[in-house]
């Protein structure tokens, strides 16, 4: 594992090196496993071998329900950018793994959270939304979603839900100027 922590260490652009790494570890390793040594990679000072943990646990979400809430819990109080750039593609993970329908009352809870990061997470995360599977065919349900944190004090919240609203615009534009 110390080789593995020292090679991704090394990694100053990009996380296809690191989501790689994580899916043969998570791969050779029980759900389990792969929990507790993503919980010991969280405490890490490198955010690289963080997002390795994010990745591990966005892997184990669908399967274990206490990975879901490290990710919710934790990981969102990350200050690393990074590292919450990881947080959104395990959440698109956990939905993708579920299916993107039955993960409406989990994307709505993590909507109501008083954590910008946790509601980024799901903005960002899902992606162009109209492009997965369920929202593609209720775009009206995505927007009606995403547009709850279009006047969100943070910027940094407000900033992906633009994004994520200009993104549908594209294919449902008339969708978007109801809605605002």
Known sequence: MQEIIEKISKI???FKPIEFEAE??????TIQ????????????EQYQVRCLAVFLLGFAASAN??????LKSEVSKDTSWQVQEILAKSF???CKDIGYEKSLTTIKDWLGDKNPNVCRAVTEGLRIWTGRPFFKTNPQIA???????RANESEYLRKSVG????D????HKDLIEKEI
């Open 143 to 149: 927007i009606q979603l995403i547009s709850q944190h």
């Open 92 to 94: 698109d993970r956990y």
């Open 65 to 70: 329900s206490k990975a879901l809430q490290i």
């Open 168 to 171: 549908i615009s594209k294919k």
């Open 12 to 14: 100053k652009n990009g």
């Open 163 to 166: 994004n994520s609203l200009r």
């Open 24 to 29: 043969d570890i998570f791969g050779s390793k």
């Open 33 to 44: 496993d792969s929990m507790t040594l993503a919980c010991d990679l969280l405490k890490s």
